[in-house]
């Protein structure tokens, strides 16, 4: 069904952020990532980054890939995140609403089809993504278990990535 890809289909599927690597990044020419936090970059219920995303999010500077954390959390579980370790984020973002990722792509200074959404949830981060016309990277929730408020959200996403699945459109297996 057209509507539900149009809506809900990522560009691309990868297992965890790590396998999103500058190489991966400039063949797609890439030039800024917008990332989710909670089940994304570490578990939901962790508080701080841990040496791998921080090993990541230095890969990407280096290759001058800019970086900006856009989360539904709230503004004390991201700035406590981000704030140490100097990474620019939008916190109570209100995914899949628009507002936050046109002022994403303004912290950036990236034009829309020069940057990417990468995300846990079909519900907020892909589908804000494709309403907002931004190409989007789908990972696998870094934790099974979710915040309370996320659980409405992965029963309709069980049901699309069923859909998903059957039409053979995502190639790995959660
Ligand atoms: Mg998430």
Redesign the pocket.
């Known amino acids: 069904m057209k509507i539900i890809e149009d809506k809900f289909l990522p560009s691309h599927f990868v297992k965890r952020y790590e396998d999103i690597t500058p190489e991966f990044l400039r063949a797609h020419n890439i030039k800024a990532v917008m990332t989710?936090?909670?089940?994304?970059l570490v578990a939901?219920d962790a508080a701080d980054a841990d040496d791998n995303v921080l090993k990541w999010i230095k890969t990407l500077n280096e290759s001058n890939i800019k970086l900006l954390i856009l989360?539904?959390g709230n503004k004390k579980r991201v700035s406590a995140f981000a704030e140490p370790h100097g990474i620019e984020y939008i916190a109570e973002a209100k995914k899949p609403m628009l507002g936050n990722f046109h002022q994403g792509l303004k912290l950036l200074g990236t034009k829309k089809k020069n940057t990417i959404m990468v995300?846990?949830?079909l519900m907020?981060?892909v589908l804000g993504a494709n309403r907002a016309n931004i190409n989007s990277i789908l990972v696998v929730?870094v934790k099974e278990k979710?915040g309370w408020a996320?659980y409405l959200n992965r029963r309709i996403e069980r049901v699309i990535m069923k859909y998903f699945r059957s039409k053979n459109m995502i190639n790995w297996e959660d």
């Not at 989710?36 to 994304?40: C, G, K, S």
């Open positions: 989710d936090l909670d089940n994304t939901f989360s539904n995300g846990d949830q907020t981060d929730p979710d996320t």
